[in-house]
């Protein structure tokens, strides 16, 4: 199982807004902690893997490294030149990417071993209907690793934070504070806590572009619970990240407080994590199963 590199992953986050390549480069640095949360749970990438909302492609060839094979799926095709690269530059040949939706994935049902959720949740219309998905190509006893950032946090409302933490992702409209994130990084960037090659709206900004606003979710533990709830899945792990402003800025009985209340707990919290499982039919002659010889094949 391949280590954490924390100096890599540093150095690549600095400029992973510089292209599709270099995001991609970062994020297959990044995955080798959800390997490792995956091996502490007892979970091995052994069979067929699924990446459902790729991006450029980097978990997709980090997991082929340690799996028969990976798929990575992304409606916008940003792996078109990130992943294949990256991919050939690390000599891997068992990955392959596809252009497609989450809410109708172009694969037959119950043929992947392990499907990968990683902050895609958040942007798609129909959480449910992308679960649903995720569900039926999985294989029954198979694992969804599934995360995503709480809206109100620092961090998932995707907009730039400044280096005085106002959340003004809490005071304005979305509209509104979607329109300010762009006029601080054009006009303002020096306030902006991620600086140059680090901060897409930045990087934007300097283009003389602007950003499309994706998020169609405003993700609270709440609502993903509720979304669970009618999935079908059932949920081996949940863990939760405490945001770095709590933890150094807030006292511990108080931070505790917020993070047991139901009302303030999905403004401490900047990720949750899911390990989820398709249940095994009853076992009997109309119990379904995969073998190694079977292959995913697009619908």
């Known amino acids: 199982m391949r280590e954490v590199q924390p100096d890599a992953i540093r150095e690549s986050g600095a400029i992973r807004f510089r292209s599709d390549y ?12 959800i390997l490792t949360q995956l091996e502490r ?21 980090s997991f082929a490294e340690e799996s028969a094979f990976a798929v990575g799926l992304d409606l916008i095709d940003r792996f078109k030149d990130a992943g294949d690269r990256l991919a050939k530059e690390r000599g891997i040949g068992n990955v392959s990417f596809v252009r497609g939706d989450g809410l109708s994935l172009p694969f037959e049902a119950d043929c992947f071993d392990l499907v990968l959720s ?3 949740i958040e942007h798609v219309d129909s ?8 569900f039926r190509v999985l294989r029954p006893g198979g694992v969804l690793f599934l995360s995503t950032p709480p809206y ?8 730039a934070r400044l280096k005085i933490p106002i959340p003004y992702q809490l005071l304005l409209p979305r509209r509104w504070a979607f329109q300010l994130n762009f ?17 897409s709206c930045r990087m934007a900004a300097a283009r003389g572009g602007t950003k499309e606003d994706d998020l169609a979710q405003r993700v609270t533990i709440g609502r993903v619970r509720l979304w669970l709830r009618s999935s079908g899945f059932k949920v081996l792990l949940e863990k ?25 707990q999905s403004l401490v919290y900047s990720n ?28």
């Open 272 to 299: 949750l994590e899911y390990l989820l499982m398709k249940p095994a039919p009853p076992a009997g002659p109309t119990a379904s199963s995969t073998t190694e010889k079977d292959q995913w094949v697009p619908v």
């Open 152 to 159: 109100y946090s620092s961090t998932g409302s995707h907009l």
């Open 118 to 120: 990683h902050s895609v």
């Open 41 to 61: 749970a007892g979970i091995r990438p052994r069979g067929r893997v699924l990446d459902a909302g790729c991006g450029g492609g980097g978990v997709a060839v």
């Open 183 to 199: 006029y601080l990084a054009r006009e303002h960037p020096a306030w902006l806590e991620q600086q140059g090659e680090s901060n």
């Open 127 to 134: 959480p449910e209907d992308y679960l649903r998905e995720c």
């Open 240 to 264: 939760r990240q405490v945001s770095g402003f709590f933890v150094r800025h807030v006292p511990s009985f108080i931070r505790h407080f917020l993070e047991r209340n139901r009302y303030t």
């Open 22 to 33: 270099h995001y991609s480069l970062f994020e297959y640095f990044r995955s080798a902690k």
